[in-house]
């Protein structure tokens, strides 16, 4: 039995018959990828993207849904297309999304001619269809949230990369799932708000799951072949969940309540987009990986040990019952999880440079400081806590990492809040989407209101 099966084995065996397993990995699509992801105009992604272009000119129908952004980061985005424009016989264009920079989005239509572009406005949306009207362009654009929706779960759709920052990347991932796309999750907090819906979604839509975050694809490289409900059975003992330790690892307490964003925004490996990038300093990025790894591989908190490692080579690690440790090595550059993603299972030139073990010359290995770095902990509580909990400690993020940079409250602030939120909050189960999204409501208020109070 394949790996993809085994994952969605783990996650699904109760309700997923070996049946469905085989015919869905029969199934599978080598070609028509769709994709929403994120990239800028300019630089690196337009490097990347006029080659697809010219490609796709070549070829017939279009599968590809891309979240643009301009002049900002769009990380995962342009590295995707990065991977695409390198194999461009293997993957079309679909669609193009982004949230309100229609001149962004316009360039990219040029370069792409997918069949929809989406933008978040009206007004953006209208801009976009006037300048692609004057470009003699025939890429319809539509707006809003309920586009989103549409393009990842249209029938012409085959792979969604789910790239869209935070929260808003929830629903448009849900409907990709319940409409059986294989779904590239590069977009965590789906999995710490909806973990639980949104696993059922993918259960009950047939969908295929592929997580895109490194560690996470370290995993699921370095899991056994077989199909199996828990850890255990598989022979597992745990996950060695690998963090980098961020911008601030020998910063103390006192230190840490002076840094500014741009100190924070300044990861020593990785280039992330801003949101990420605070999270991974406060390590409330290493806490959302754990709730991520617990959905993703049915590993209990228990199971998950998480080990700062500051070089970035290994990506995460699988600790068998008979003492062997399994992990998985490279440069850090997320072209490598991408690429396996896009490929799986065959393996995908990805352009990323070879590892140089000479050059890397020592892997070091740390406990987290939790004290120093409470957000940790307080992810922790929230997987132990269950119900809502993930939704209210995300939620509450969120508007911290946004004040933060804004530089409306501290950096110490950011764990702070996220206590006061939870501690101000009902912990309960929830069942539906629409429960999930009004504790995100809330949270949000409460969030809001202790920032105004600072
Ligand atoms: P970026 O900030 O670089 O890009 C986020 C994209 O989402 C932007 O294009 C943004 O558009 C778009 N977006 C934001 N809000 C909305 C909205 N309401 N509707 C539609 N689109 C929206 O983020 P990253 O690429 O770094 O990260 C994307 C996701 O991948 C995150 O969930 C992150 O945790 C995860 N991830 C990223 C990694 C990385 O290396 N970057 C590694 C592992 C996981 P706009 O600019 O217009 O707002
Ligand atoms: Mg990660």
Not at 71 to 94: M, S
Not at 147 to 167: C, N, R, T, Y
Not at 175 to 189: P, T, V
Not at 230 to 237: H, Q, T
Request: hydrophobic share 45%; aromatic share 6%; net charge negative.
């Amino acid at each position: 039995m394949d790996r993809r099966r085994f994952l969605q084995g783990t996650l699904a065996a109760p309700m997923v018959s070996t049946f469905a397993l085989e015919t869905r990995a029969q199934s599978w699509p080598t070609r028509n990828i769709t994709m929403v992801v994120a990239f800028p105009p300019g630089g690196q992604a337009d490097l990347a993207a006029r080659p697809v272009a010219l490609a796709l000119e070549k070829i017939l129908g279009k599968s590809v849904v891309v979240d643009n952004r301009v002049g900002a980061t769009g990380t995962i985005g342009i590295q995707t297309i990065n991977v695409i424009a390198q194999h461009p016989a293997q993957f079309e264009v679909f669609a193009l999304t982004a949230n309100s920079n229609a001149d962004g989005l316009f360039e990219q239509c040029l370069q792409f001619h997918p069949s929809y572009a989406v933008l978040l406005s009206e007004e953006a949306a209208e801009h976009l269809r006037q300048r692609l009207k004057q470009a003699a362009i025939s890429t319809e654009v539509l707006c809003g949230a309920e586009a989103l929706d549409f393009v990842s779960s249209h029938p012409k759709v085959d792979a969604v990369m789910a790239a869209i920052v935070g929260s808003a990347g929830l629903l448009p991932a849900i409907s990709a799932a319940k409409a059986g796309k294989r779904i590239l999750l590069a977009n965590k907090e789906t999995l710490v708000m909806a973990g639980k819906l949104f696993m059922q979604a993918v259960e009950e839509g047939g969908a295929t799951l592929l997580p895109i975050d490194s560690e996470h694809n370290a995993i699921f490289q370095v899991m056994p072949n077989k199909r199996t409900s828990n850890l255990e059975n598989a022979g597992i003992k745990k996950i060695l969940l690998t963090a980098s330790g961020g911008p601030f690892r020998h910063a103390t307490f006192e230190e840490l309540a002076h840094v500014t964003v741009k100190q924070a925004l300044n990861h020593p490996n990785w280039v992330m987009g801003p949101k990420i990038t605070i999270d991974s300093a406060t390590l409330m990025n290493k806490g959302l990986e754990v709730i991520e790894a617990h959905w993703l591989f049915n590993a209990k908190p228990e199971q998950i040990e998480v080990v700062v490692h500051p070089q970035s080579v290994i990506h995460s690690m699988v600790e068998y019952i008979d003492g062997s440790v399994l992990a998985q090595l490279g440069n850090p550059d997320m072209r490598t999880p991408i690429a396996y993603a896009l490929g799986y299972p065959d393996r995908l030139q990805s352009g990323v440079n070879s590892l140089d073990l000479f050059k890397t010359a020592r892997l070091d290995f740390e406990r987290p400081d939790t004290e120093k770095f409470p957000c940790l902990r307080l992810a922790f509580d929230c997987l132990k806590l269950g119900g809502n909990a993930a939704a209210i400690l995300n939620a509450a993020n969120e508007v911290a990492v946004e004040a933060f940079i804004k530089e409306k409250i501290g950096f110490n602030d950011i764990p702070r809040l996220i206590e006061a939120v939870l501690g101000a909050s009902d912990i309960v189960e929830v069942s539906t989407i629409s429960m999930l999204l009004t504790t995100d409501a809330e949270s949000r208020q409460r969030a809001q209101e202790w920032v105004a109070k600072r």
